[in-house]
């Protein structure tokens, strides 16, 4: 089984893509199925709205070392720039899709619709997401919810593409994603971790010292509640203290005995640090040109791995 999973660098990994991300795809290379992995920095996708060139490289760089820091090492890691056939596909994909289907996608919706100074790579997008996952023959793609409409668009454009110029691409089925942990932000527990967020105070970065996650558990909204059975989940009532109890499983910790939030805080920190520390220890020995080697490495095997499709659909649309 194939499972492809890529990464945009547009902030620093936080601990929500250790717990939710990076744990499942580690498991997947040592799944009993023999999967195959390809997991990629979608650095291409960054491109889509103002950005710093100097801190995209220098987040690709940083993402690149801490997928192998994690042990994502049994995989094929690559850039997404430097396997050209996702650029040249996309433009494949780009003259079978149509102006309807591109305009609904909810991304260009909320974030690009008349908007002038909007970038049209924006709205294209969703047909380079599509060429990342038809370039590798994938049969089955996870999706969570956020996801499923470009999949969905995915299946769409092979779909028009195969009846149109001939059986090119594998058409993949769309699979609920494994669920992983639900990691929230400390100071918005109704909201995702996110590494794009500009407030960081409420993010665990990965390579987060313990003094900065101690201070950043320790501000975690909780609620008013004391007393006997104030520390317990309920995302409802108590999303703040649901987060921390979640972070703490997901970390391996226990909340038995707990029964003050100065306690659970503690907890928390304590359990987060253990599971960074040999994650930023890593990080640190990693040589940054044993990184640049198993990224080029990577990228090579995708530009192989890749090859017949699009020269197939080249060959299928009439180009020479």
Do not use: W
């Not at 620093?12 to 997947?28: C, E, F």
């Not at 801490?66 to 056939?85: C, E, H, K, N, Y």
């Not at 407030?199 to 909204?221: E, F, M, Q, S």
């Not at 009532?237 to 987060?243: D, F, L, Q, Y």
Request: proline content about 6%; charged content about 20%.
């Amino acid at each position: 089984m194939i499972n492809l999973s890529m990464l945009k660098p547009t902030g620093h990994l936080t601990l929500g893509n250790l717990l939710g991300a990076l744990r499942p795809m580690a498991a997947a290379q040592v799944s009993p199925a023999g999967n195959t992995c390809y997991y990629g920095i979608a650095d291409l996708h960054a491109l889509t709205v103002d950005h710093d060139p100097a801190r995209l490289r220098a987040v690709t760089a940083e993402m690149a070392r801490l997928l192998l820091a994690v042990g994502l090492d049994r995989s094929t890691l690559f850039i997404q720039s430097q396997v050209p056939a996702h650029a040249e596909m996309a433009y494949l994909l780009e003259c079978t899709a149509h102006v309807g289907e591109l305009n609904r996608m909810i991304q260009f919706k909320e974030k690009g619709r008349n908007r002038p100074s909007t970038r049209v790579s924006l709205f294209t997008y969703p047909a380079l997401m599509a060429a990342d996952i038809l370039l590798y023959r994938p049969t089955d793609v996870p999706v969570g919810d956020d996801q499923r409409q470009h999949v969905e668009l995915t299946r769409d454009l092979a779909l028009r593409f195969n009846r149109s110029y001939g059986e090119v691409f594998t058409v993949p089925e769309i699979v609920t994603a494994p669920a992983g942990a639900r990691v929230m932000d400390l100071q918005d527990p109704t909201s995702k971790m996110d590494k794009s967020r500009d407030d960081a105070g409420g993010t665990i970065y990965l390579l987060d010292p313990p003094d900065v996650v101690r201070r950043k558990v320790g501000r975690a909204v909780t609620d008013s509640d004391v007393g006997v059975g104030s520390v317990r989940p309920d995302r409802e009532t108590k999303p703040g203290v649901t987060n921390l109890l979640d972070i703490l499983a997901a970390c391996g910790g226990s909340a038995e005995g707990i029964t003050t939030y100065g306690a659970l805080k503690a907890a928390v920190t304590d359990a987060v640090v253990a599971e960074l520390e040999p994650i930023r220890a890593r990080f640190a020995d990693l040589d940054p040109g044993e990184v640049s080697s198993v990224f080029a490495s990577g990228a090579e095997v995708c530009r192989r791995a890749t090859a017949p499709v699009l020269t197939a659909a080249r060959t299928a649309m009439g180009l020479a």
